[in-house]
Nanobody, 124 residues
């Protein structure tokens, strides 16, 4: 059974940094596209960043471009989201998704396995 578990969220001041981790078991992230999404209170869940199965292609949403970076460590079977220069509007629950099928390019609406999310709060 595939399990996805996010960690690394918390409270951070504006301008600060956090690194989220998405640990995957039951599936090797080296073979699947992965992505990070977020949902703020009262808003729909939206994509933050994504990566193709081979890591060659990444995409980042405009509001976080230049500040957030997605990466994955195949040896650790973990996907990361490095978040720098955080703003109050980045406050949300952050979710990780691993694609259902292997060897795909990242697409926000592709079927996948989701984690439970981790809360990120940016506030002074």
């Amino acid at each position: 059974q595939v399990q996805v578990a996010e960690s690394g969220g918390g409270l951070v001041q504006p301008g600060g940094s956090l690194r989220l981790a998405c640990r995957v078991s039951g599936r090797t992230v080296s073979t699947y596209a992965v992505g990070w999404f977020r949902q703020a209170p009262g808003k729909e869940r939206g994509v933050v960043a994504g990566m193709s199965w081979d890591g060659r292609r990444t995409t980042t949403a405009d509001p976080v471009k230049g500040r957030f970076t997605i990466s994955k460590d195949n040896a650790e079977n973990t996907v990361y989201l490095q978040m720098n220069s955080l703003k109050p509007e980045d406050t949300a629950v952050y979710y990780c998704k691993v694609d259902q099928y292997p060897h795909g390019l990242f697409h926000p609406s592709s079927r996948g396995i989701w984690g439970q999310g981790t809360q990120v709060t940016v506030s002074s």
